[in-house]
């Protein structure tokens, strides 16, 4: 991959609009699969002013399988949980993380980081280009390709570009949105707020979590990021803007809570912007071979921090069906899965976002009496705080690529993230199944059976009855009632099977998985949501 602005390709698999957090994680999951790629981005370089500052362990799961996941521990920091206090800053209720799994369920990062990392990234992908100060201004879809103008920002030349599929990672005013003619669905929520970095050059006396004001007049949110590098958000009132904070004093106003004792000299503001937090869905997400993921699919309020992560979400599910459909001519169902699945996925993300923002900040009086009285109560509640902190997301809804016959427990859900203890070393299960599908099986002898049947990946359950990997993976198979359970590329379980023919024998599975038995091979027609 070229990281100075390099010449452009005149055909590509996929052309990438936008170098976000979104796109440089699809263009890397495609790398890994050898697809030619071209990412293109109006900035030459990472933006370099902070925005997403937080990514739960699911989503870090998708960087560990790019094969950056270690590198990123080294550029963030684990979070604390969630206080709450009123408007005098008295504790309300606290909420601490119990960490138990193998990776952090919160992290605190600098966007301009993680976007550096995920550039590096790409350079390890000889078929990935990445151009910047190029923008996209049309596409025209014509039989097998998408021919796509781009235009150079610096010199206003244009450019064709052949593409199999065009993927719009371009931010809220997404230009491939547009060109899809997609609207918003607007899900009832808008506030202007105030967003300010500022990096402190000596310690700020606050809890190591998230710190929300739950004041109906100014509320506001806290949270120390990483190093010197703090970040406040503050709900502005009606006839204010970011005008009005331009100097230190200014921003003093709302920030001496926390850093009274604090001089000038070791404040400096790094943002002082208005944003304005909106909860929106796209009501269309493909037309032909355009698609769009990120920002420019869905918009959602911070409040539980996942604005950026149901982008890479977006990346994940998306790169391993543009995989197989880039070998199959009847791709129009498995690419229609992907908004299918990915918003309703989004769209309650959303929800719980706008709903949880509402109940810490919304209301008058009878509100704020509310919250002094209630919140103190949950906080007492046993195992609540691990209820309100838990960053699992809702499941898949089943369909063409999740089984109905899976039960509801395990249903569209992620497989168990486990440590795997392979020859080279302990590894987390993700990158150590790779980016295809992956076969569970609960015995040694399963294990033995199905190798001799197929190519897949396989993982067996009980290859080491002692470790804490055997347990979960046993478990849960003996949960889902099966002894077979096959595992999509991103991680969501497919299909699953007290036999092996039971498993294989599942249209879904028939269908995504020639890597199974020889006569399940790519004719299979995809299963409709109207035929399940």
Known sequence: MSTVDPVLPTEVDILIAGAGPTGLTLAGLLGQRGIRTLVIDPHHEAYPLPRAVHLDDEVLQILHQLGVGEQFATISEPASGLRLVDSDHRILAQFERRESGFLPQANMFDQPDLEELLRRNLTRFASVTLAGGQELVGVMQSGSLA????????????????????????????????????????????????????????????????????????????????????????????????????????????????????????????????????????????????????????????????????????????????????????FDALLDSYEAERAPHAKALVRRAVMIGKVMTGGGRAAVAARRVILPVLNRIPHLGDVILSSATPPLVAGPLVSRRVPRRVRGALLPLVCLVPAAGEVLIDPAVGSGFTLLVLSESDRRFVQATTAARVVCAAADPSSTASRILTEWLEAAGARFALIRPDGVVLGIGDTFAELAQQSEVRWVCPLLPGELTSTHAIPTARSQ
């Not at 406040?232 to 970011?242: D, K």
């Not at 990120?294 to 911070?302: M, S, V």
């Open 147 to 330: 021919s796509v103008r781009v235009r150079n920002v610096d010199t206003g030349e244009l450019q064709q570009v052949h593409a199999k599929f065009v993927i719009g990672c371009d931010g809220a005013n997404s230009v491939v949105r547009s060109l899809i003619g997609s609207t918003n669905l607007d899900l009832g929520f808008e506030q202007r707020w105030l967003v300010v970095d500022v990096q402190c050059g000596v310690p700020v006396d606050a809890w190591n979590g998230v710190q929300q004001v739950c004041d109906t007049n100014r509320a506001a949110t806290y949270m120390h990021v990483t190093g010197d590098h703090h970040r406040w958000e503050f709900q502005l009132v009606e006839g204010e803007s970011a005008d009005d904070y331009r100097r230190l004093d200014d921003v003093r106003r709302l920030i001496d809570p926390w850093v009274a004792h604090v001089d000038d000299g070791d404040l400096r503001i790094v943002r002082c912007m208005e944003y304005t937090f909106r909860a929106r869905v796209a009501r269309q997400w493909r037309r032909g071979r355009l698609l769009i993921a990120g920002d420019a699919a869905h918009l959602t309020p911070p409040f539980i921090g996942q604005g950026m992560g149901s982008g890479l979400r977006d990346a994940m599910n998306l790169a391993w069906k543009l995989d197989i459909a880039l070998r199959r001519a009847d």
